[in-house]
């Protein structure tokens, strides 16, 4: 059975934190070593149990671990190596025009994520649950790794294992100061960690994305581009929750239209992530504090002892035959189709939607093909490729 990471992420305030707590519950009820972590600056996980957490990783009991990571103090503590070699890059700031490795945006979710692939690597838990910030938040701690390796690659074009080599040429050709040999060694190992991050966070049998959301227009309007984006970036989401969700029979009108309304919207949701396990999550009517509030979610709701498998979702994109040449087809469930834009470089097909970009390798048997056409309709991208007269 393959040690998992498993992350929450939704807007603010739909019950990330609780869910995820949920999960952590179950998780350690079935005698799975599982770690609770919080990448949130506004840490609630002590609250929800009722704990008192400090920086450190926090035994609560058998199987279950709860932290709260502080960027700051893990950048300090446990990546000294790479924040010494940052701030030396840094320091020369025609290269980046930052100060200071803490103004780099993103580099406290970088850290956070970092912290957790080092945790995962080092065997101690079968099972990560990580609790987000909201969306905005995730969608940029998602993207950094991607962001921070093109960066170093474009500066260190050779890659790491020409990287070395390059110290004696680097000063002009770069017009930066090449760190001396342990800096170099540092820089190697920083690109090691981030190659390793990104397979990590992209790996489908490790990592899982979970969306929560709740039955109301404006969670779920985000919900859907949250999905999008998710997809774009080919990360593996598996799992759609929707929260506070009302009894059918309270029996009061007062309620009746709300319900109408939240129904709508669960139609909505059900027909739009037709590729995901949904799972639905009632309004509890008090607040979900304490592990024996948190437990009704454990329940009710997770019942499914696979829950924490990474599902797997298939119909992402697919490239089929036809009589002209290719088809191929991408997921990209709620996006506007005036939005979309699409190109092709040498080896892969490039699909952009708003600030969003995906690279699509191209398989081989279409290097040779040019795109005829193109169409968006029910979620699905389809382009068209004919074999091209060069
Ligand atoms: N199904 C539910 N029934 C009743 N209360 C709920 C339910 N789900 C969440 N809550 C309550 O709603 C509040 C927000 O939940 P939670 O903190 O889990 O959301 P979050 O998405 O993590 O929020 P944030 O974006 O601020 O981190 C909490 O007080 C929680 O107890
Ligand atoms: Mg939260």
């Known amino acids: 059975m393959n040690r998992r990471i498993i992350i929450f992420t939704g807007k603010g305030g739909v019950g990330k934190s609780s ?46 671990d709860l932290y709260e990571i502080d960027p700051q103090y893990v950048m300090e503590n446990d990546f000294e190596d790479i924040m010494k070699y940052l701030g030396s890059l840094l320091s020369q700031k025609d290269v980046i025009g930052l100060e200071d490795v803490g103004m780099l945006p993103g580099m406290e979710e970088l850290f956070s994520l970092l912290r957790i692939s080092q945790l995962y690597r080092s065997d101690v838990y079968d099972r990560i649950i990580v609790d987000c910030a909201p969306t905005g938040e995730t969608l940029s701690l998602l993207k950094f790794p991607e962001l921070l390796s093109w960066y170093m690659e474009k500066l260190f074009p050779i890659g790491k294992v020409g990287v ?6 680097s000063r ?10 342990d800096a170099m060694n540092d820089i190697e190992k920083m690109f ?33 581009r949250n999905y999008m984006y998710m ?13 506070r969700i009302l009894p059918r029979d309270i029996g009061n ?31 509890y009517e008090e607040e979900l504090k304490g ?10 709701v997770l019942t499914d002892d696979h829950i924490f498998d990474a599902a797997i979702i298939n119909d992402r994109e697919r490239f089929e035959q036809t009589d002209e040449g290719y088809d191929l087809r991408v997921s990209i469930p709620g996006a506007d189709k005036k939005d979309i834009d699409l190109y092709q470089a040498s080896t892969d097909i490039v699909i952009k ?23 968006y309709e029910n979620g699905v991208l389809k382009i068209s490729f004919v074999k091209g007269d060069n």
């Open 253 to 283: 009108e007062f309620f009746d239209e709300w319900l109408n309304i939240q129904q709508k919207y669960i139609i909505e949701i059900t027909e739009t992530f037709t590729a995901l396990p949904i799972y639905r999550i009632p309004w």
């Open 353 to 375: 939607t708003g600030n969003f970009k995906r690279n699509i390798p191209l398989p081989n048997i279409l290097r040779d093909h040019v795109v005829s056409g193109a169409g």
């Open 164 to 169: 070395r080599m390059l110290a004696p040429v």
């Open 192 to 224: 090691v960690k981030l190659m390793e991050l990104e397979e990590l966070l992209k790996d489908r049998d490790v990592t899982s994305i979970r969306i929560v959301t709740t039955p109301e227009k404006m969670v779920v309007e985000e919900t859907k």
């Open 19 to 64: 869910v995820a707590a949920a999960h952590a519950i179950k998780s350690a009820s079935q005698g799975k070593n599982t770690l609770l972590v919080s990448t949130d600056m506004a840490h609630n996980l002590g609250d929800i149990f009722e704990q008192k957490l400090g920086r450190e990783i926090c035994n609560i009991r058998p199987n279950l």
């Open 172 to 181: 002009h050709l770069f017009k930066i100061e090449m760190p001396n040999k």
């Open 231 to 243: 997809n774009l970036y080919d990360f593996n989401v598996d799992g759609l929750y929707i929260n």
């Open 291 to 300: 592990e024996d509030n948190i437990s009704r979610i454990v329940r009710d």
